[in-house]
């Protein structure tokens, strides 16, 4: 069987990330390396985007230049284990508003704890598969890279509504004003004159 088209320097590519891991790589490298193809940055975008291996370039480090590629960890991003669709992938995303659950970290945009890095979503499981958890939606989120690496094992740890009320009471009026037009936005038929349950008023 002959395989799809741009395979072969796919798995050339793999196989020469995972040989030089710890070492910035580039153009000058990766292109012999994928057997002189011209699509040699494509196939590397596809490492990440369809295998999970975690890449790094300059939108994620600040001390790589543009061009540059780094792979310091030989496994993929668990949440790309297979039985997990493009479909699932993009179902997930948009349902937790491709924002980071643990951090709330928005795709694309500076990371809140590192903004020289522009945040970059994947598919994590609620309950790690190595402790029991599985593939289906309901064990799905989005995780942004930087809460992903320090998040292999971790389960659930959102903070509590009573934690979370104490935060918001003692944030100041414009965060508080804040908050609210991020939940109207995130669920706009919550605050929809129709759906709205009227007679309950909020306490201060
Ligand atoms: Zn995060």
């Not at 741009?6 to 020469?16: N, P, Q, S, V, W």
């Not at 998040?151 to 740890?157: F, I, M, Q, S």
């Not at 804040?178 to 605050?191: Q, R």
Request: charged fraction near 25%; hydrophobic fraction near 35%; aromatic fraction near 6%.
């Amino acid at each position: 069987m002959r395989p799809k088209r741009g395979e072969g320097a796919r798995a050339k590519l793999r196989a020469f990330f995972l040989a030089n891991l710890n070492r910035v790589l580039d153009g000058e490298e990766l292109r012999p390396a994928a057997g002189n193809t011209s699509e040699w940055a494509r196939r590397v975008r596809e490492l990440r985007t369809e295998e999970g291996y975690q890449i790094l370039t300059h939108n994620d480090r600040a001390d790589l230049k543009p061009g540059e590629y780094l792979l310091l960890d030989p496994k993929p991003a668990p949440a790309f284990a297979r039985g997990i669709s493009k479909e699932t992938r993009a179902y997930v995303l948009d349902r937790n508003g491709f924002t980071c659950q643990m951090c709330g970290a928005v795709a694309g945009e500076p990371h809140p704890y590192d903004p020289g890095r522009k945040t970059r979503l994947h598919i994590g499981h609620i309950i790690d598969k190595s402790i029991g958890g599985g593939d289906d939606v309901g064990n799905l989120r989005a995780i942004c890279s930087v809460c992903n690496e320090g998040a292999r094992n971790l389960t659930l740890d959102r903070p509590s509504l009573q934690k979370l009320l104490i935060q918001v009471r003692r944030a100041t009026a414009a965060d508080q004003v804040a908050v609210l037009e991020w939940l109207v936005m995130k669920f706009p038929s919550h605050f929809s004159p129709t759906s709205h349950s009227s007679g309950r008023q909020a306490k201060p």
